[in-house]
């Protein structure tokens, strides 16, 4: 008897070379581009932040060099300096820290959210991409920006549940060390549930809205009815998704290991080099060895991701095609 689970590692090798092969530079950096938000396993599952420019004092329109230190003096008035001394010493203390920790974790809250939904669309843009054997990002950004606004606000709840089940667990050791234990037993269930739970939207919900155009909450419905109809199929789909998953982990570290190793040699002699000439040239190597490592990382991530994502075309396909 096969199963869906096994045998769409078959028909996934076979759309990863379709997409792949022949290389094309584009396609595997725009691929490179899409794990940036995705997370790539050969960055340990881990999302980079693009970084934007401030431009504030190019922008101002202040010259910082147009003012000379005896203009400045002559513009300050001592009788106002006085003031303004006397007045810094006599002030009543205010709260240190509450508006600088209140503003950083509205920050931290804002980019959270924002790269929560950045990761939603670059899933949409992928197996889209992997579903027509042809990755194109514009297009299907344009597609599927309202999608991931909806998956993203799903995966929000779903972290406050777990980050809130959590709390309660940390906390009930502080209340009652019984009671956690306790706790720990009846929860360690729920979030295996929630992961699986997580885990078929991801794999199958996302899949189903691209190709039915459902809404989020009927492609879920759907994708768990059709998954959980046969028991024995979702056991072994649960089971070769971890294999599948930790095994393309394990090769993408592997081979990033054997890179950063090749990467420490040669950067390493050429730092070297340059610091027998001159201390403050050793930082251009080095500079120069974290860039190419890091777009290696990326381009490395490319076919173990391409893989894992087309498993899970194929086993949409397979459950629900």
């Not at 804002?110 to 899933?123: D, E, P, Q, R, T």
């Not at 420490?264 to 040239?281: D, H």
Request: charged share 10%; hydrophobic share 55%; net charge negative.
């Amino acid at each position: 008897m096969s199963y869906v689970g096994v045998d769409s590692v078959d028909d996934a090798l076979k759309r990863l070379k379709d997409v792949l092969l022949p290389f094309d530079f584009l396609t595997w950096t725009r691929l490179a581009v899409i794990m940036i938000f995705v997370g790539g396993s050969g960055l340990s599952g881990s999302t980079n932040f693009p970084f934007s420019s401030f431009s504030g004092f190019e922008d101002s329109g202040t010259d910082l060099g147009a003012t000379s230190s005896s203009e400045f003096q002559s513009s300050v008035n001592s009788a106002q300096l006085g003031d303004s001394i006397t007045g810094l010493s006599t002030a009543a203390p205010t709260e240190p820290g509450v508006a600088e920790f209140a503003v950083l974790g509205g920050i931290l809250v804002g980019l959270a959210v924002l790269f929560g939904y950045l990761n939603s669309l670059a899933k949409f843009v992928l197996l889209r991409g992997l579903d027509e054997r042809t990755v194109r990002i514009r297009s299907n950004v344009g597609r599927h920006y309202f999608d991931a606004l909806k998956y993203t606000v799903f995966n929000f709840g779903v972290g406050v549940l777990v980050f809130g089940l959590i709390g309660a667990w940390v906390g009930s050791f502080f209340v009652n060390p019984v009671a956690g234990v306790l706790l720990t037993l009846l929860l360690l269930p729920i979030l295996i549930v929630v992961a699986i739970f997580s885990g078929v939207v991801n794999d199958f919900a996302l899949l189903e809205m691209i190709n039915s155009e459902k809404g989020l909450i009927q492609s879920i419905k759907h994708a768990l009815s059709e998954t959980t109809d046969e028991w024995d199929e979702f056991g072994i789909y649960l089971i070769m998704r971890l294999v599948i998953t930790t095994l393309a982990g394990i090769a993408s570290f592997t081979v990033l290991m054997f890179v950063t190793v090749f990467y420490l040699v040669v950067f390493g002699l050429l730092t070297a080099a340059f610091a027998a000439v001159n201390s403050a040239a050793a930082l251009i190597p080095v500079i120069l060895g974290i860039i190419v490592w890091l777009v290696s990382s990326l381009y490395i991530s490319v076919p173990f991701q391409t893989f894992i994502y087309s498993y899970f075309v194929e086993l949409y396909r397979g459950f629900m095609g």
